[in-house]
């Protein structure tokens, strides 16, 4: 079974798209996710996770959230590879969301009319 849960911060606005056919729109964003251990200096590290998100799942992120939200996610890993144009092999891994919460301030949410929009 393939499955991830996250939670994380969002490290920047996230932006629709919509394919060439024009029929699908989607996301794609960063999420910073604390690690849980502090480095020897005492800082906590974050892992940054590329995640793809699909039709109005995709909009309502793009609509609600911005730089520095919380969100929790859940979906599968997606791994692949490539050949860049000097012929280097390039590997790469991202999280295709299945289902999200918008996580944080509920004075917030209730500001912004949001309430568990991802679920409708």
């Known amino acids: ?7 994380g ?6 932006e629709l798209r919509t394919l060439e056919e024009g029929d699908k729109v989607f996301t794609r964003f960063i999420i910073a996710v ?3 251990f502090k480095a020897q200096d005492g800082t906590r590290k974050s892992d940054l996770i590329p995640v793809t998100l699909w039709g109005r799942k995709a909009e309502l992120v793009c609509q609600y959230l ?52 991802a679920n409708n």
Do not use: C, H, Q, W
């Open 1 to 7: 079974m393939n499955k991830i849960v996250l939670l």
């Open 9 to 14: 911060k969002l490290i920047r606005d996230p």
């Open 34 to 36: 604390d690690r849980n």
């Open 66 to 117: 911005r730089k520095g939200s919380y969100i929790s996610l859940s979906g599968r890993l997606r791994t692949g590879s490539y050949e860049d144009k000097d012929g280097n092999k390039k590997y790469i891994a991202e999280v295709v969301a299945e289902d999200f919460k918008f996580v944080g301030n509920r004075r917030d949410d209730r500001e912004n009319n949001v309430e568990d929009l």
